[in-house]
Every structure is written in structure tokens, then in C-alpha cells.
């Protein structure tokens, strides 16, 4: 009987310990930042590199409870941080990336620092985004005038972006942020709303979304419904541009 | 003469090795290797407008900070209205948040929609109304303000309905002249890469189109006391829509 209780009480206490004391993370996000160029002269080195990291973790490991699945800066961003061979961004729920962006007459892309010998194409993420990952922002110029960024979209939600010229703001995420956390509006509103607060008319922004569901129905995870991937996967997205 | 032969060899295997290291990743990458526009830096496709050595500044007397809308904003609509109609009713609008200022010019009226597309087709399937944009800027004495705390940005919906409204703006009085350089020496601080605020995109291939003088305006939440003059170079990329380079117009 003794034993019994005893045994009882064990279990008890690792339930309350697993319940009160290990970090819980329901939710996780990742980031990377590309601010410093080999060419600096196309390329000019960007401000902001770590302020833009603690607005983002300011916001969501605070009381909303997310923690940081990864961040890579400068010379360790690469392909795989965005999911070219599986991981890296599929990892998380969220992705945020801050840095330039390119356009060569064809198509937009991503520089690395080494850039033009490193970059990141559509082509490279085409149905690469799947089910763990949710939205992915691009805070960087002109990446969305590009549609094809449409097809990284397997089973993840949404991407969001500009499809003009920019400049770095610590006030876009911190808004978006607030925008999803405080006043629990959805993804697609939050990034508009965020949007035309930080910049002016010359800024055009735009979202990319895999159903017209998420993009009216998704909330960041904890603050309200998600919507339901889609399925099975197909062809057509949901976009919306606006001028800031 | 064996040992001539043998190092000869060596020397053609090495020079092989070094071609395939320097030209295989180029030939492997060549969208990325391809640089960003035909020109390097800006290209003037006009000449320097002239100006004189001082220009006006302007202290900020009152700030309009407004924002408010909701998420309805991004849900489909049967109806929005047209962009010849929306003026006015922007400006219907506009009476309850302090009317249109005098100074504020009309920029553009446009429809926004959502956008069904498909990524194979590469073709839009359907388009579903959203909300109707009307937007003013400032323009002081024929100079332009630029930036997103000279601006208001109106979003209608059925019936003309207000779905969001921004209007941030600054009245301003004359400051006093202050020394200004002249276009030629922005456009080598320009070419300097010597920016008010430097964009995130590249800073090659990009044709400038028009040059004026102006000022600069920091988003409502800033603090700012004056509108100092900047030279405004619209610039545009592949045929893109111009954006305006800014470059701090003070004599230092």
C-alpha cells in the first residue's frame, strides 16, 4: 500500500515538473539576415542587422511563447536556410528575412554575401515550403514582384513581401508583430496594416497566399484560428498588392 | 628531354585543373552570375536641373497622426468603387478627420483586388474586388514631400464605405533659406552611395528620369521639427516604376 502510494506521488510530481518547469514552446520562427556584401557597391550594407533579430524575439518569446528555431546572418545564410533540401525554414512556423533584394530582368532573387557567385532563385524553392512551415516574410525590395515565389508554396500558407524598392525599418516587423499579438488581426491584414504605417506611396507591398482561406483566416499560431493546409496541393495562389 | 616532356604535362594538367575551378561555377550559376541591369551605377537620361545656393526650409507647427481601420479591409466585396468616383468620396470622408489639407495633392486613385492566380498558366483566373485606394501627398510651394509622414492613404469599400483611413501630416511655416548643394554635387554623393536612407535592393542599372528638389518625411510616430531639402532622383530599374533616391541637400 505503501509502495502504491508512493508511486503515485512520483508520477504525480514528474506530471507537475513536465507541466510547470520544462520551457514549453508550442510555437517556433527562424530567421536570417544578410546586411554586410562582398560588393558593397551594388549592395550597400544595410543597418539594423541585430535590432531587427531582438524585435522579433522581443515580440513573439515573450508572452506569446515562441522560441527561436534558428538564426543565420551574412556569410552563414545559405540555400538550405530556406528549404532547398528540406529543413532550414520548414522547421519553423514562421520565417523572417531581412536583407536585399535583386532583380535581374527575368526574375527576383535573393543575395547571399557573396552575390552574384551566391543567391537564392524561385526555381531553387519551387513546392519546397511545406506543412510545418506557415508564412514566410521577405523584408527585403522588389522580391514579390515576382509571382513565381508563388510555387514555393507546397502545404505552407503564405508569403509576404514588396514588390518595389524599400528601405530597412525596424517599425515593420515590430507593427506586424504587434498587429498579430496585440490586436489579433490576421496575417494578410497585420502585413498591410504594418505596411502602409511604415512607408509611403513610392513602397507598393504585396501577400501570396496558397488558399483564399488562409489568407483571410490565418492568425499567427496561438492568437487565434489557422486555417487548414491545403489539399491536396495545386497550382493557384491568392494575391493581393496594395500600394503603402 | 623525358623530364622536359613530363613537366610540360604537368604544367597543361595544372593549367586544366585551375580553367574547370575558376569557369565550372560560373557555367554552373549563370542566372546568378548575370549582373543586375546592363549599366553600373545611374545612368542621368536628362540633364542636371539647375538651382540656386539656398533653398527653403520649413518648421513643423502641427502633426495629423491618424490610423484606423479594420480587418474587413482584405475580405472580397461585390462592388467598390471606381477610381473616378472615389475622390470624392475619399474626400466626403475626409471631413470628419480634418478635411484635405491645402497642400495635399492627389497622387492616385486605384482598384485593388484578389488576385486568383495560376502559377502554372501563369495567368490571373479571377479577380475579386477588395477596397478602392485614394491617395494624396504633399507638395510644398511646387517641391514634393517624400516618405510615409506626408501622406493620406484612404480605403473605400461598398457603398464608399471608410474601410481604412491614414492620414499623417505635418503643417508646416517657412523656416528661413538654408545653403544647399547643387544637383551636380548630389548626384556625386549619389553615385557615392551617400544616401538619406539607403534602399534594400541594388544600387547598379538604375536610369534616372527626373530630378527635384524636395524634402523628406519621417512616418507619424517621429518626431520631426523640420523638413530640411533633399534632392529627389527618380530612378528605375529594367523598366520598372520610378523610385526617388534621396540625397541630403544641406551644405555641411
Partial sequence: ?244 | METKWKLTGIVLICAIICSVIIVMPLVKNPATSAPQGSASGFVLERALPESGSEAPSYHVMKKESIFEGSEKLMTTKKIIPTTEEAPALAEKTLESYGGLPEDAVLVKADQVFLEQYNTDTESVEERYPQFTQVIYNQVINGSPVIGPGAEINICLGENGDMLQIEKAWRHVEYGGDVPIISATEAFDKLEKRDLLVVPQSSLKGITISEVKLGYYAEDREHDQEMYSPVWIFYGSKNGGQPYPYLVDARRS
Fill in chain 1, 1 to 244: 500500500m505503501q509502495i502504491r502510494k508512493t508511486g503515485i506521488t512520483i508520477v504525480a510530481m514528474t506530471i507537475v515538473c513536465a507541466v510547470f518547469c520544462l520551457p514549453v514552446s508550442a510555437y517556433e520562427y527562424s530567421m536570417t539576415s544578410v546586411t554586410a556584401y562582398n560588393d558593397g557597391a551594388t549592395y550597400p550594407m544595410l543597418p539594423y542587422r541585430s535590432e531587427m533579430r531582438s524585435t522579433l524575439s522581443t515580440w513573439l518569446t515573450g508572452t506569446p511563447g515562441w522560441t527561436e528555431r534558428f538564426y543565420e546572418s551574412n556569410g552563414w545564410v545559405d540555400d538550405t536556410d530556406f528549404g532547398t533540401t528540406g529543413q532550414g525554414l520548414n522547421l519553423a512556423e514562421l520565417h523572417y528575412h531581412y536583407g536585399h533584394g535583386g532583380n535581374d530582368g527575368s526574375h527576383s532573387y535573393l543575395p547571399y554575401v557573396y552575390w552574384p557567385t551566391t543567391s537564392l532563385y524561385p526555381s531553387e524553392v519551387f513546392k519546397k515550403w511545406d506543412s510545418v512551415n506557415k508564412w514566410v516574410i521577405m523584408d527585403a525590395c522588389s522580391l514579390l514582384s515576382d509571382l513565381d515565389w508563388g510555387s514555393a508554396l507546397k502545404y505552407s500558407h503564405g508569403i509576404l513581401g514588396f514588390t518595389t524598392e524599400k528601405t530597412p525599418s525596424t517599425d515593420l516587423p515590430y507593427r506586424f508583430l504587434q498587429n498579430t499579438i496585440d490586436n489579433d488581426h490576421t496575417i494578410a491584414y497585420a502585413w498591410q496594416r504594418a505596411t502602409q504605417d511604415t512607408y509611403g506611396s513610392t513602397v507598393t507591398a504585396r501577400v501570396i497566399f496558397d488558399t483564399d482561406d488562409q489568407l483571410d483566416n490565418d492568425h499567427l499560431s496561438g492568437q487565434g484560428t489557422v486555417a487548414a493546409n491545403e489539399y491536396p496541393d495545386d497550382n493557384v495562389k491568392y494575391i493581393s498588392t496594395w500600394t503603402c
